[in-house]
Every structure is written in C-alpha cells, then in structure tokens.
C-alpha cells in the first residue's frame, strides 16, 4: 500500500517567524506520524495570502490553491487553531470557509471530493473553548465530506483566566498526551481503511 | 427606591442533599448581593419537578410555575450551570425551554414580560466549556428580554483533563474573582438603572 | 455478515401519543434502512424516566439502563432533536450526558464501549439552529468513541420566524432528502466496513 | 443631549463594489436611526487591510486602528455578518479578535474602555446559523464591556439548503421587520439610558 500523508494547517495568527502553541502541539502528533512511516507536512497559514471569499481560486495573487492542492494530495487533514474569547481563530474560519468553497466538487465517482480523506483538530489556548472549537471544525469537515474518526480533538487549555501557554504549561499533561495518541492513531486506522476500502458511490453522490 | 431582588436558578444536575460546586461560586455573588442589600434565593432545580414542554404551565403537577414566578418577581435573574462534554447542562437547556415558553407574554405596555430584568451566568466545571455554556445562555437570555450588563459571566474551569472542581481547585482564582464581582456589581448598577428608568415602550412591544 | 441494527434516539420534548416532526424525518432515514435490509428501531426518549446524572445507572427506577442496551446492541446511533432558540432539546442534553456517563467503559480490546459505532443526526425545527445542533451533537459522539461518516446530519429548518414545521412545511425540500439519503447510505457504508474491519486496539486504549 | 451615535460593522467578504445583503439588512435598521436622529456609518471590513493579531496596531500598514477610532467615537457598535457553514464569517472573527485587543485598555475610571456602549448583530444568509452566530457575537461583546440590550438580534435566513439571499428572499419577511425595529430602538433607549447615567465605576474596575 502507498505511503499514507498528512497535512496540518496552522491557523495560528503568527507566521513562521514567532513560535506558534499550536504548532507545538502538532508536532507531538507529527512525531507519531513519523513513526508509523505517515508522510506530514505543518502548514502556516498565516505565511500564505488568502484571499477573502469562498471560490475555489478567488485570482488576484489568492495563495489557497497551494493549499487546497497539498489537502488534496494528502489522506489526513488536521486543523489546528489557537483561541480568543473560546473561538477558532479567524483564520481558522477562513480555511473553513475555502474547503467549503470546494464542497460541490466531486471525484471521478460523483461524491464530494474530501470523501476517503479522515479529518482531525488540534486546539491549544491558555484557557477555555478548546471543545466549542473542535466540534464547529470537526462538524464543518463532515459535513463537506470528510470521515470523522473517534477522539480526534487533541488539545490543551490551561485554568480560568490568563496563564501560561501550551509549551510552558501543557506538555506534560496527560490528558493531552493520551488525545494527541489517539488522534494520531485513530486518523492512521481510519485513513487506512478507506484506502483499502474507499466508500462505495452508493447513495452518496452530488448529481 | 424598594430593594432589588435576585434570583439564582442553579442547574446542577444534583439536588440539595449534594454539594453542587455551581452553588458554591453562587454564593460568593451572593455575598455581595448581601453587602449590597440586594435580597437574593438560590433555587436547585433539581430539587423540583420540571415537565418537558414549552407550555408556561405543562400541568400533571408541573412545578416550573413555582420558578416562574420567582423569575417575575426578581429584577436579576442568573443561571448557572456545571459542564459535561463542553456544554451547560440538560437542566439548563430546560430552564431556557420553560423561560422560551413565556417570552410572547407581554407586561401592561406590550413588551415581552422578562423586559426590564437583568441577566447572568455562573458556570464550573472541571474542565473547558464555560465560554460557549455562557454565549448561549446570555444569548437566550438577551433574545426573550433580559437586559445583559457588561461581564455578566463569572466561571471556573480547570486545566484540560480530569482534575479538582471549583471548590477544591478554583476558590482562591483571581480571575474567577475579579468575574464574580463584576457581575455582582453590573447586575446590580443595570437593574438600578433599569428600576430607576425602565426602557420605554416605543419599538419593542410585540403586538 | 450479519445483518446491521440501527437505533434512532428521538428527544422530542413530546411522548409518543403527540407527532414528532423530528420522527417524520427519522423515519425517512428508517426507509431507507428497510431497504437495504438494516434492522431499525426509534425511540421516543420522552417515554422513559430517564434520572438526571451521568452515571451508567442512576437507581431509583431509572430507565437509561434500557436505552444504554439498545445504544450496545446497535451499530448505528442516531440522535434527534427539535429545536428552541436555536440550540438541542433538552432531552438531546441529557442523552449526552448519559451516553458520556458510559465513556470509561472499555471492550475487550480496552478501547471505549462505543469503538466501532457510527454516529449521525436528524434535526427539525421551524426555523434557525440545525448546524449548530447537530455540530454539538456529532461532536460529543465523536468524543466518546463514535465515528462520524460524511453527511450525517439531515435536517429541515424554515424561514425566520414561526413558520409550518417539518411535515407541513419539509418533506417536498430536495436538500432535506439529499442528506436523508446521504445519512442513510453513509452509515450504513462506514458501519459495513467497522463490521468488517475494525478499528485496530493500537493507540487508541484507555489504560 | 448630544446626538447618539452608531457604527455598523460589516464583516461580508465582499468589498463595497459587490453587493451585500448584510448590508442591505443593515440599512433597515439605519432608516430608523435616521428617523430618529442617531447619527450612523455603515464600514465594509472587507475594504480595509486588517491585520491579523490581538494587538491594538499590529503596524506595516494596518487599518485596523481607524476602525478602532470609529467604534470609540460610537455609542452603538452593530456588527453584521453572513453565514457559512452555520458559522459567522471570518472577518466577523477577526473583528471580534480585534476588538478583544484592547479589551485591557481603560477609561478615565478604570473600567473597561467598551463601557457604556451598546451592542448589537445582524446576520444573513441563505440558510440557518444565525442564531449560533448572534450568540457568539453578542457574547463577546458582553465580554468586553458592552451592554446588550433585549432583541439586538435581527437576522434572516431561508429554509434549509440552497435558495435566495436576503435581498431577494427576506425584505418582506414580518419576522425579520419586527426584529430590526427591536434592535433599533432597543440600542437606541438603552445608550441614551447610559449616556444619562453611565455604569458606576464600582466594582468593575480593571486594576
């Protein structure tokens, strides 16, 4: 069987430059995927220029092409977004916004084209909001095609109020540790399925 | 100007018999009423037996009409609720139900009844939620009357994970705190204001 | 193979001597199942004396029990649910909060009971809230061991403002049927396959 | 009394060349601002470079902080947005992020600098998530320091799936009508109840 590939989009504010929680907490999924030979790639969204809108290509320099090609490429799409007041970032919103964007396309057989891709979320956040981001991602990628595989919201938050962040004050919680394992190994178990067993064109289709 | 009156619908699945960790974070908004000589009851409603529906008076023994009619005769109206999977309880979904069930009421000038009444939350849990349990409660609240003053939300959470509760883990947090006064205080200052001068009836009757 | 079983856990407010425009279209999805030969059954949660908590079993003649036996038995779950201002019954909450209470239960294999289940959701209202329903709801499945296929969430929702309900108002809307049968199809696509091949113990355990 | 005064924020993907049915919502409510001499500014985000961050000047030509000067010099701040996927749009989050920026800043009191002001929403689109919407909005501004009047949600949506806009679909719904008159005259009494008497700085300083 083909390697199997990931992609993770950081929805975090910062670029490449300033180090991201979120993409801390990627990283310890990542490595997971690395030992089970998973091809990844962590994607700053904030490096790219997105362009507002919800077409495809919306012209004009618009950079989500690339991304939409990298998720189009890959078997595993993991969403990651910080928190501000308990929501997803904006950016976070706007990714949701350009998947959606491509949500009336459709394979070879008729489906929507993200069927046969599992879809994942990383949240960190120094306090509270972690789950109402996970289930508005999650639900968004099911509804535009992707398979939800069980606990795959891996996150961290810290207690009420202003505190560390995820590199200083969560990496040794356990809790997290044991959803960034489940969430690596349920979208490895889940993609893998459905490579060897895509979901029949039946009952489905977008004509 | 007669004393204000408050009242707490506390929607802890647990009846009096049990500590309720919701209750404890009331009672220090309580303490303030008290040093503000705003009388105020906590009521569990677990305690009583609420009929589905979203009839004001469901019958066969219905006794919301009880909580109802404290809810009138209250200036200050705050619910609070404990989280389970990120989200305010099933007896706080319910209140909002039976509250729903009044608001085309009308007081003598043709606003909805709960006009002129001021509302909040208090909200623990031992881990994540508050932010999203509060929205949609201040929400509801917001659409069938209630006035909503500034930081009308006072909430604890733990760290992501299993971990203590509010009594345990969050008595002596600042943030915490520092909520729990500004809503003791902003409910009281808006229903002053709204005692003092009630919000005219022009544009916002229902008929 | 043996043949799949389905449960639809209906949480209108109303019991079954009342019409449930959420069962109307449950039993659209029930069709289907009929004939592609799926054993299908749906229950009126309204009917049972369902104890509030999250324990498996809460004494004093609570029926849960009864309902969690059925969830066990089933392959597919799906959860209904009217809606009040804009979010799940409150029935819907409480059978969150129930099928959460059994989450730390494992099977065999040490992965939680509901491993190898697939969700989805039927949601009806006269207007406004059915995403964000069943967001909450295919979130909290998901977090407690269900797989969540593409398009499990058919629902029927009118204009702004009152309105005819689902079966006055619902059962001509081609978008509706679409994922009424997408629903249909997708669970019974993703409950064949984890009949099949199920998720692999790896990662995914709660010791 | 000095002249009240309200900007309206819209947060439509779309720059001021195209068509916005949030927009024309919008100017619903400004027809009777204009009746009642309350001085109104409708901004379309989409026109500005906004920065991404939390920052009050994120700086290298960020337009965020004229945008800021508006909603200071402003008694009523509506924010409007459209829906996708259920959800408020992206620049609709990234105002809120913006806003939350300066959420630490004070007054000449100590309070919050978004006190004494009043908060509102206006949502559009073709099909449900208009109240999840509000919710999240009106939240947050609670949040930092606004006050939310009863019924400051007007919105229109159509019946589930595909269908008209707002402009074509919703201007005769009585419902929606009904709702704009609320907002707009609930935002109006209730700033004028603050402009006469602002909250007392007691108890909810932010030292």
Redesign the interface.
């Known amino acids: 069987m083909p390697k199997l590939k990931a992609v993770f989009l950081n929805t975090s504010?910062?670029t490449t430059d300033e180090t991201s929680h979120t993409e801390a907490l990627m990283e310890e999924v990542q490595a997971?995927y690395k030992e089970k030979d998973v091809e990844s790639e962590i994607i700053r969204i904030?490096d790219y220029k997105i362009k507002?809108?919800?077409q495809e290509d919306m012209g004009n320099g618009d950079e989500w092409p690339e991304i939409y090609d990298k998720v189009m490429s890959s078997d595993i799409v993991i969403i990651g977004t910080p928190l501000?007041?308990?929501?997803?970032?904006?950016?976070a919103?706007?990714v949701?916004?350009r998947l959606?964007g491509s949500s009336s396309k459709t394979n070879d057989k008729g489906q929507?084209v993200?069927?046969n891709k599992v879809g994942g979320v990383v949240v960190t956040g120094n306090?509270?909001?972690?789950?109402?981001a996970?289930?508005?991602i999650?639900?968004?990628l099911?509804?535009?095609?992707?398979?939800?595989?069980?606990?795959?919201?891996a996150?961290?938050?810290?207690?009420?109020?202003?505190g560390p962040s995820y590199i200083e004050?969560?990496k040794e919680?356990?809790?997290?540790k044991g959803h960034v394992?489940?969430l690596?190994?349920?979208t490895?178990?889940?993609a893998t399925?459905l490579k060897?067993?895509p979901?029949?064109a039946?009952?489905?289709t977008l004509d």
């Open positions: 504010l910062k997971i904030a507002l809108g919800v501000w007041l308990g929501e997803k970032s904006s950016l919103t706007q949701v916004e959606y929507a993200f069927y306090e509270d909001g972690a789950k109402h996970s289930a508005s999650l639900y968004a099911s509804h535009i095609g992707f398979v939800i595989p069980p606990n795959v919201d996150y961290w938050v810290g207690e009420a109020g202003p004050g969560g919680n356990d809790f997290t394992r489940m690596a190994y349920n490895i178990h889940l399925m060897n067993t979901i029949p039946e009952g489905n």
